[in-house]
C-alpha cells in the first residue's frame, strides 16, 4: 500500500525537526504560541458548559453571535451567517482551500510565510508560489500583483499580517491594491490575520478596513492565550464560506463542545484579556530593547538575497516574531548554501543552548534569518537572549 499522492514528499517541518534531539539545558524561542497564563474566563465557561451533544455543524449560535459582535466595527458589520467557526484557523485554512483550489492552479503565498499554506495547496494537487515581501518583510503589493501577472491559473492568494515570521505588516494602501488585483482576476484572497490584536503602538490595518471582499481569518490561540482550544473563525461572504463549511462539516463535524463554551467565555471577556496581552507583548518587546538592542536594527541585508543594504530594518512591533538576520560572516555564509541556515540555527542550538527556527523553513527567501519566538515567558526570552547576543557582537 501506498499512501495517496497529495501526501507523498510531505515530511517533518524543520520546526519540529529544530526540537528533536536538541540538548536538556536548551532554551526554547521556537515554538509560536503565547506563554503566558491562559486567562481563567476560558476554563470557567467550559466547566459552566449544559451540554455535551455534539450541537449544531455551524457551532454554538451565541458563540457564532459572540464572534460576529467581536469582529464588527464601526466602519464594517459582520452579520453571523459571515462567521465560519473551525477547530483552530488552521480548520479554516485547510477547508478553504480544499473547497477553493482547483487542482494544477497555483496559489500565491508569501515567502517567507506560514509553513501551512504550501503544505495545504500541495494537499490539494496545487502548486504554491511564493510571493516576496519588502526588505521589512511587509506586504509588498506591487510585487504580489506581478507575481500574479505571472501566474494566470491562481486560484488563491494568501495574506498574513502582523506575519509569521517576519512581523510584517501591510497598509491600507496595500491592501486595496491587492484585494482589487483579485476582485479583476475573480481569485479568492484569504487574509490571515490571526496576531491582529498583538500590537504595542498602535493597531495594525485589516483588509476589512477596505474591501468587503475575501475572507479574514481570527483565532483564540494568540491574543487570548488558548491554542489548545482550537477554535478559530473565518468571515466571509456566505456564498464564499458554504462549500468550506461542507469541508469542515466532513472533517471534524463541529468544534468541540467545551472549546466553544470557553471560546465564548473568553470573547465575552475580550475586552479585559485583550488589552493584558498586548502589556504581556509590550514587556517582551521591551525584553528584546533592554537585553538584545542590537537584534531590532539586525537586518542590514535585503530578505534572503544575500547582499549588504545598507539601510537597517524598521522593526515592526506586532505579533510576536523577531526575524532576526544572521551577523556576518555566519549570514553570507548561511545564504551561500539551502542547508546553510538551519545547519546555524542547529549550531546556536547546540553551541548556544538556544532552539531558533531557520529562516528557510518558511520559504527560501528566508535564507539567511531566523525566527524567534518571544511569545514564551519572560525570563525564558532574557536567558535565550542573552545566551544569543555575544554571537552578534562584533
Ligand atoms: C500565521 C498563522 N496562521 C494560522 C495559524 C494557525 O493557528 P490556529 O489553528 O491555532 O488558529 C498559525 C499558528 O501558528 C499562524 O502562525
Avoid at 538575497?305 to 515592526?316: A, K, L
Wanted: with cysteine.
Amino acid at each position: 500500500m501506498r499512501p495517496a499522492t497529495r501526501v507523498a514528499g510531505q515530511g517533518l517541518s524543520p520546526i519540529r525537526r529544530m526540537s528533536l534531539d536538541a540538548p536538556a539545558d536548551t532554551v526554547d524561542l521556537g515554538l509560536g504560541e503565547p506563554g503566558w497564563p491562559a486567562p481563567d474566563a476560558g476554563p470557567r465557561a467550559a466547566v459552566a458548559a449544559p451540554s455535551l451533544g455534539y450541537g449544531p455543524n455551524t457551532s454554538d449560535p451565541a458563540l457564532v453571535r459572540a464572534v460576529a459582535g467581536y469582529a464588527s466595527s464601526p466602519a464594517h458589520d459582520v452579520a453571523p451567517e459571515q462567521v465560519m467557526v473551525t477547530a483552530g484557523s488552521q480548520a479554516a485554512l485547510f477547508a478553504l482551500f480544499q473547497a477553493w483550489v482547483e487542482p494544477g492552479s497555483t496559489v500565491l503565498v508569501p515567502d517567507p510565510g506560514f509553513v501551512a499554506y504550501p503544505t495545504l495547496a500541495r494537499m490539494c494537487g496545487a502548486t504554491p508560489v511564493g510571493y516576496p515581501l519588502t526588505a521589512d518583510g511587509d506586504l509588498d503589493a506591487e510585487a504580489l500583483v506581478a507575481a500574479l501577472g505571472e501566474q494566470p491559473h491562481t486560484s488563491m492568494v494568501v495574506l498574513n499580517h502582523p506575519a509569521n515570521p517576519t512581523g510584517g505588516l501591510a497598509s491600507t494602501q496595500a491592501l486595496s491594491r491587492v484585494a482589487e488585483a483579485c476582485a479583476e482576476r475573480g481569485q479568492l484572497l484569504v487574509s490571515d490575520e490571526v496576531y491582529a490584536e498583538l500590537w504595542v503602538d498602535r493597531r495594525p490595518a485589516s483588509l476589512r478596513d477596505v474591501s468587503a471582499a475575501g475572507v479574514v481569518l481570527g483565532s483564540m490561540s494568540k491574543a487570548f492565550a488558548a491554542p489548545g482550544l482550537r477554535i478559530g473563525w473565518a468571515l466571509g461572504d456566505p456564498e464564499v464560506l458554504a462549500p468550506a463549511r461542507l469541508v469542515h462539516n466532513a472533517m471534524t463535524t463541529a468544534p468541540a463542545r467545551l472549546s466553544q463554551a470557553a471560546a465564548l467565555g473568553l470573547l465575552l471577556a475580550a475586552d479585559e484579556v485583550l488589552p493584558a496581552a498586548r502589556e504581556e507583548i509590550r514587556v517582551r518587546w521591551e525584553t528584546v530593547d533592554r537585553v538584545a538592542p542590537e537584534f531590532l536594527t539586525s537586518g542590514h541585508r535585503l530578505l534572503g538575497d544575500g547582499h549588504q543594504n545598507p539601510m537597517s530594518r524598521t522593526v515592526t512591533r506586532a505579533g510576536f516574531y523577531l526575524w532576526l538576520a544572521l551577523p556576518e560572516p555566519l549570514g553570507r555564509a548561511a545564504c551561500a548554501d539551502p542547508a546553510g541556515t538551519e545547519a546555524v540555527a542547529l549550531r546556536l542550538r547546540d553551541e548556544a543552548g538556544v532552539t531558533t527556527i531557520p529562516g528557510t523553513a518558511f520559504g527560501p527567501r528566508g535564507a539567511g534569518f531566523l525566527r524567534v519566538s518571544l511569545g514564551g515567558p519572560v525570563d525564558v526570552l532574557e536567558e535565550g537572549l542573552r545566551r544569543l547576543a555575544p554571537w552578534w557582537e562584533e
